[in-house]
């Protein structure tokens, strides 16, 4: 017994040591994966900080190293790299070149998804931060890869001080701004400006040879506001990416008809690697429900550290409708099992988040600023179904939890995508619903589907309750019952500051 105690104890003392060594190595660890690194021109790891740098610390290592310094975000499970990779010229895809007077104002540069980008100003940089994969190209140029997800990301660019115009040194003393990226989307400004709302659709329609009476007439209206719009309906791989924890391993639904939808999605989600590249021209998202449409919209919010539009509640309900402005009865269909069939939705109107477009809006954006034409491609019966195809992808066979890719046809004037054909929206109704045929309902989907009948004469089975191509318009709106399935693109108000003012015509 005596022999045996010295090795017990020197066991332990062993075992101590290896838990000390352990727990250094987890906490290195640990602090090389969220540390923020910075790099010099050449793309060499010149040290570690934590939190920030303040400025006169940004010019001296500038100085030190003779030229910009880049400083790297850390991003959640990527390893820092020691040195950066270079990105060749003949890999950069496009060049913004940017005048350092308009970084103080609202600006926004747009690029696509995994985009390959330059980004110049016209003085020297004392320093770059972001968290993308970036390398500087030359004393006043950055290059960068921008992200694999639709969204907002920001570059923050450090200027010297001897460079900066007297007036902003001597009232603000300010020498950094940000570089506004909008992915996959389109900053659109409104400044008093004229749209048509509403739809003549007795005109519409007696060019149909039908007869009815108008419901949303149309009308002249005056907008003044900022908007951030999705430039392609959401697809199947960026719904897939973000509401990656709410797919289940396997259906849930007994009903077959959700089965089925939600079988498609487990599919995609084994098909597809988390936080991988979303190419731009995915396929274009066709099985969502409006709930689902809703909360994908609150993940991006907050994916971004906006404030969420949406607040959810369990409610007791009989149907869905509209309560009050901003106050909504939907159906709880999505991907889990609900005691209630309905939700009550709440709008935050105080949230800087995304959301769903309002009826009025996804007319004014569709429109593109045309005051003429029944839609994109004429005005009358002159209009062909090539004329149309320039426009909008109208299949001519039905696909089941199918579509095409987005970005296939011509935008509008606006730079939007698909606004016709490829996919029918969720459209959100902001006060009341217009439509006394639709029962009160929230919302509508607008902009038709891509099965429709290349010819009025064709009643195939599976087309029997799809209308003509000539019937899809600014005017085309189809119920949105609680099981409804479609797609949706989201909207985003820059400084919560949009105005409507009807304006008055000669006629009134």
Request: glycine share 6%.
């Amino acid at each position: 017994m005596t022999n045996a105690e010295p090795s017990d104890s020197g066991s332990l003392f062993c075992i101590f040591n290896c838990m000390k060594i352990f727990l250094l190595f987890l906490t290195v660890c640990f602090a090389i994966a969220s540390a923020q690194f910075y790099y010099d021109k050449h793309g060499e790891s010149r040290g570690a900080y934590k939190d920030s740098l303040v400025y006169s610390k940004l010019v001296e290592l500038a100085k030190r190293f003779r030229g910009p310094i880049l400083l790297k975000k850390p991003v959640e499970g990527v390893k820092p790299r020691k040195n950066l990779e270079k990105i060749p010229e003949n890999k950069i895809q496009r060049t913004f070149d940017v005048s350092r007077d308009a970084l103080d104002k609202e600006n926004w540069l747009e690029v696509e998804k995994n985009e390959i980008v330059k980004i110049c100003v016209d003085e020297p940089v004392v320093a770059w931060e972001t968290s993308l994969k970036a390398i500087i190209s030359s004393d006043s140029c950055l290059a960068f890869q921008a992200p694999t997800l639709i969204g907002v990301e920001a570059l923050r660019v450090h200027f010297y001080k001897e460079y900066m115009p007297y007036y902003i040194n001597f009232y603000n003393d300010v020498y950094s701004y940000n570089v506004n990226l909008a992915i996959g989307m389109k900053y659109i400004n409104f400044k008093n400006e004229g749209i048509l709302l509403g739809y003549n659709e007795f005109k519409g329609r007696k060019l149909l040879g039908l007869d009815t009476k108008e419901r949303d007439p149309e009308r002249l209206v005056s907008v003044t506001g900022s908007y951030l719009v999705d430039k392609y309906p959401v697809t199947n791989c960026e719904f897939t990416q973000l509401m990656w924890d709410s797919i289940p391993v396997q259906s849930i639904h007994e009903v077959k008809y959700a089965q089925n939808i939600q079988n498609k999605w487990i599919s995609r989600k084994r098909d597809f690697t988390r936080n991988k590249n979303c190419p731009v021209h995915d396929s274009a998202a066709n099985t969502v429900f409006l709930y689902q449409a809703m909360k994908y919209a609150n993940v991006r919010s907050s994916r971004e550290g906006l404030k969420p539009y949406y607040l959810f509640s369990a409610v007791n309900a009989d149907g869905e409708e509209i309560l009050s402005k901003g106050n909504y009865i939907i159906a709880s269909w999505d991907f889990s099992k609900h005691e209630q069939s309905y939700i009550k939705v709440t709008v935050d109107s105080s949230s800087d988040g995304y959301r769903l477009p309002y009826y009025d809006e996804w007319m004014m954006l569709a429109r593109g600023g045309d005051k003429k034409k029944r839609s994109p491609w004429d005005n009358d019966l002159s209009a062909t179904f090539d004329d149309a195809s320039k426009y909008a992808i109208f299949a001519t066979a039905k696909k089941e939890f199918d579509s095409e890719p987005v970005g296939q046809r011509q935008p509008n004037e606006y730079g939007l995508y698909d606004i016709f054909g490829l996919v029918e929206e969720h459209v959100l109704f902001e006060e009341y619903n217009p439509f006394s045929y639709y029962l009160g309902h929230p919302s509508c989907l607008k902009g038709g589907s891509n099965r429709v009948r290349k010819n009025p004469e064709d009643r195939k089975d599976e087309f029997e309750s799809e209308p003509t191509w000539r019937m899809i318009s600014y005017g085309y709106a189809a119920p949105n019952w609680g099981p409804a399935l479609a797609g949706f693109r989201l909207i985003r108000n820059i400084g919560n500051n949009a105005k409507w003012t009807e304006v008055k015509t000669d006629e009134e």
